[in-house]
């Protein structure tokens, strides 16, 4: 009788086990990978942010974050990219307000605005 090392019970959990870690390992280094807008340091003297010629732009805080408030849909649209970094894309020209609370309790209160190359809102 051949020698069985698992059974195969065992292999139809373990095989799938193993597959779906590799990717979820891969995809943390996939999310590091440098990314092509510009990051802008947020700090507690930050009131403002004007972004010119881009369409995006990455904020970086120095906690991780717990609450995100965008309180104006039609200019920019706000997702996650890690726990203390937020992208913040256009929508449309305008300006619009950011608001953030960080794990440590700070509040954050941005003032986005998004202009042309020329500096028409």
Do not use: N
Request: hydrophobic fraction near 35%; charged fraction near 25%; glycine fraction near 2%.
């Amino acid at each position: 009788m051949p020698y069985k090392l698992f059974s195969s019970r065992a292999v139809r959990w373990y095989l799938p086990t193993v597959f779906l870690c590799g990717f979820s390992y891969c995809s943390v280094f996939a999310d590091e990978a440098p990314s092509k807008d510009t990051i802008k340091q947020v700090d507690a003297s930050t009131r403002r942010i004007e972004v010119r010629d881009s369409d995006s732009l990455v904020l970086q805080y120095p906690d991780w974050l717990k609450q995100v408030k965008s309180l104006d849909p039609a200019v920019m649209r706000v997702s996650a990219v890690r726990p203390d970094r937020l992208k913040v894309q256009r929508v449309a020209q305008g300006t619009a307000k950011l608001q953030v609370l960080d794990r440590s309790d700070h509040r954050y209160s941005l003032e986005i605005v998004f202009q042309d190359s020329t500096g028409q809102r």
